[in-house]
């Protein structure tokens, strides 16, 4: 079950976290993956992990906020069977004290380098005779996180940009679907702790881990499972779904 083997996978932001343990599993899983970064280096280092496992992978440079770069790189790929959305920026802070410039960055990247992606794979998944596409939104983009005004607003624009392509291809058999993590314990975790509480970094763990209500952050392995299920042929029934990946987030936290 839940064989890719003869696929062609394209993987945004696989270079760290979810990405990595996507582009691996896909690999294992009998992909050819391509990894679409912006840090070549950290792509690199997946790719021999992946080729040292006997896997195939590739890395391609590019901005996914850059629609010409990002064109450029899916005509280098050609045929293609899945897109995984998954690079993303985070950013902390309510609607008083987000700048202009940080809503723009947050938009940028989160927003329209989904739609950039989408935009130069749909084509290619059209001409297959199809494919699957997984978006990575977030549980905020269904509840109110607090501190999350520009990230929340680019997660809620992926759950309905996976709403919308997946009614407008049905037809041409592209699914598309979205998953949501509550906090998922990778180097973005990390990042911003250190950038937003220097010096309260365990508390500040703490606490983020104690939010889901199982008592713990979840695994970058635990969200590349789902969405090798959502990507795998024994998926084809699905589209036009989000699924929480939230140890009871969403539903349990009361
Ligand atoms: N970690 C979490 O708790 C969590 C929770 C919910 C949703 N998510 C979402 O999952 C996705 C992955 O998160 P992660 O925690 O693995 O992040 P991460 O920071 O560990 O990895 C993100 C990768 O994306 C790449 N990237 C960033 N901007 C890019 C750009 N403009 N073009 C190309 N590549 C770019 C980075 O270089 C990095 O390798 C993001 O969309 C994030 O919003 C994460």
């Known amino acids: ?52 496992e006997g896997g195939k992978a590739q890395v391609h440079q590019a901005n996914v906020a850059e629609q010409q770069q990002v064109l450029h790189v899916f005509e280098q790929i050609g045929k293609l069977d899945i897109l995984v959305n998954n690079a993303g920026i985070a950013h902390v802070g309510n609607v008083e ?4 410039a940080d809503f723009e960055r ?13 935009y130069a794979a749909v084509p290619h998944l059209k001409a297959q005779g199809g494919g699957t596409i997984v978006n990575l939104a977030s549980i905020a983009a269904h509840v109110g996180i607090t501190d999350r005004f520009a990230y929340s607003m680019s997660k809620g624009a992926i759950f309905a940009m996976t709403l919308s392509i997946a009614r407008d291809y049905l037809g041409d058999k592209i699914r598309c679907n979205s998953i949501s993590p509550a906090r998922v314990h990778t180097p973005f975790v990390d990042g911003f702790i250190a950038k937003n509480y220097a010096g309260r970094e365990e508390e500040i763990f703490d606490k983020l881990s104690k939010s889901q209500p199982i008592g713990r952050m979840g695994t970058p392995e635990e969200v590349a499972n789902l969405a090798l299920f959502l990507c795998s042929d024994e998926a084809g029934f699905i589209t036009g779904c989000d699924y929480p990946v939230d140890g009871g987030f969403i539903k349990l936290n009361n």
């Open 106 to 118: 947050v938009y940028s990247v989160n927003v329209k380098g989904a739609y950039n992606c989408l």
């Open 1 to 52: 079950m839940f064989s890719l083997q003869g696929k062609t996978a394209v993987i945004t932001g696989g270079g760290s976290g979810i990405g990595r343990a996507i582009s691996r599993l896909f690999a294992r899983q009998g992909a050819t993956v391509h990894i679409v970064e912006l840090n070549p280096d950290a792509a690199a280092q997946v790719v021999g992990e992946i080729e040292q």
């Open 97 to 100: 004290n987000t700048s202009e």
